[in-house]
């Protein structure tokens, strides 16, 4: 363990989308540094599980809401619910949406399926706490988890990046405007950690894997710890004169190679089907799994 257990203690912070991938990873992290953890989505079943695999390994203090973020009035009887227990000090903008596809082809609803999630949950969620933290004179830690292409685009992955980017913008503005009252705002860019839900949407067919990490100028994927070491840091007390920033934990990738799906153009009709076929799969999984 980098940090003190109790680095965190007496920290109360929100983790949205965090039932599963980076998220549940994220909340772990967050948990054996003695932070209390609530964490939201719109599959309760999916939740359930994660709080129960979270206090059997790390006994820490962890609960669940079911909310749909792109929802503000669902997002601020959230943030109410938890005020009654005590006021957060933090919140991770963890919640997304994506899936490859050429832009051609994206229909009104699944652009805004990943605008909704990505740019309006944020914001509303953002927005609610950050509110309640200005009225009630109470400093916070906001962090974004974002992707490299916030500063390069990404072409087959366009809602989500032009979606991830207006979070960037978020980001350095409301550092600005919220600095006044002592709320920090910043950003991580993860570059390849896979989890099962990437797998699903970015690489159903597996096209990546070791070429992608060849491409990596540390050579590896990243490791959890890793990405949960620097969220710690940053919703701990240990870096109250950082804010406005969005930092890159990618090894390197970003900077030496592209770090997008540009690669996809060589995909034929019948592996842009096969992509396509996969995904509705993953996605017909996670709809049987959310509250009705």
Not at 234 to 252: E, H, K, P, R, V
Request: proline share 3%; aromatic share 8%.
């Amino acid at each position: 363990m980098l940090f003190n257990p109790s680095a965190l203690a007496g920290k109360r912070i929100l983790v949205t989308g965090a039932g599963t991938g980076l998220g549940k990873a994220i909340s772990e992290g967050l948990l054996r540094h003695g932070a209390t953890v609530y964490i939201c989505g719109r599959r309760e079943g999916v939740l359930q599980a994660a709080v129960t695999d979270l206090q059997e390994r790390t006994n820490g203090e962890i609960h669940y809401l079911v909310t749909d973020i792109r929802d503000p009035k669902a997002v601020d009887a959230m943030v109410s619910e938890i005020w009654q227990t005590g006021s957060l000090t933090g919140l991770i903008n963890n919640a997304a949406a994506n899936f490859i596809s050429p832009t051609k082809d994206i229909s009104p609803r699944g652009y805004e399926a990943i605008r909704s999630t990505v740019m309006d949950g944020s914001f509303y969620t953002t927005l609610s706490i950050g509110k309640r933290w200005i009225n009630e004179g109470i400093k916070g830690s906001i962090v974004s988890n974002l992707v490299s292409w916030v500063w390069t685009g990404s072409a087959y992955v366009v809602p989500s990046a032009m979606a991830k980017s207006a979070i960037h913008a978020m980001t350095k503005s409301l550092a600005v405007e919220w600095g006044q009252y002592g709320i920090r705002l910043n950003a991580v860019a993860p570059g390849p950690f896979p989890t099962e839900g990437s797998r699903e949407k970015l690489d159903p067919e597996g096209s990546f894997g070791d070429a992608y990490v060849s491409s990596v100028p540390m050579a590896r994927f990243g490791e959890m710890t890793e990405l949960s070491n620097l969220l710690v840091f940053l919703q701990s007390d240990a870096c109250n004169y950082l804010t406005g920033q969005t930092i890159a934990i990618d090894g390197g990738h970003y900077l030496a190679a592209l770090s997008t799906f540009s690669a996809l153009k060589s995909f034929s009709e019948d592996d842009w089907k096969k992509a396509r076929d996969s995904i509705k799969g993953s996605v017909e999984k996670e709809k049987k799994q959310r509250k009705n």
